[in-house]
């Protein structure tokens, strides 16, 4: 529990970070220079928790953080924010276990194989019934034309890659 608690701030953080990045309620154009941040806090956390709980950190993360960001949905759909809320921190809870199981098994060069793990779950998690392809990461960057011109030879996936790289 102990070891629970010193990493919620750092969840916390990521959750900030997400959320800012992103144009919402508070930033109608988002911050976009954030994005580059969302994962230090999210890795630190997910390094320093245990086994036992890092699934939960991730629960939470995704729950709070789409529940946030995808606040316009309680106005239109009101009765899908559940499923909102459920469904991401789902979604996050196994992505922040197949982080910690990198972390322990892959050593040094575990920041690799989190990146393409990353890389690939803001890939993944666009299809299907919780298909938002809001909340990609790249996407924060909308207004800055230098960054996405780089979608025009790597889509918008390579972008993505290079932002969550940097984290």
């Given amino acids: 529990i102990k070891n629970f608690i010193k990493c919620i701030p750092l969840t916390l953080t990521g959750i900030i970070l997400f959320f800012f990045s ?9 911050l976009f220079f954030l994005a580059f941040f969302i994962y230090i806090p999210v890795l630190i956390s997910v390094h320093k928790a245990t086994l036992k709980t890092v699934w939960l ?8 953080s789409y529940g946030l960001y995808a606040y316009w949905i ?3 759909y009101s009765e899908f924010m559940p499923v909102v809320y459920i469904g991401y921190g789902i ?10 199981l990198i972390d ?18 803001e890939f993944i998690k666009t299809f299907g ?7 990609v990461t790249a996407y924060s960057q909308y207004r ?7 979608c025009d030879i790597t889509g918008v996936y ?8 940097f984290s």
């Fill in 22 to 30: 992103h144009p919402s309620f508070i930033f109608s154009k988002g």
């Fill in 57 to 64: 950190q991730g629960f939470i993360f995704g729950a709070i």
């Fill in 74 to 76: 309680i106005k239109a």
């Fill in 91 to 100: 979604l996050y809870s196994i992505l922040f276990l197949l982080l910690k």
């Fill in 104 to 121: 322990i098994y892959f050593g040094k060069n575990n920041w690799v194989t989190q990146w393409l793990l990353i890389c690939s779950f």
């Fill in 129 to 135: 019934f919780l298909g938002l392809s809001y909340g």
């Fill in 144 to 150: 800055n034309t230098y960054f996405i011109q780089i």
């Fill in 158 to 165: 390579g972008l993505n890659a290079f932002i969550i790289l």
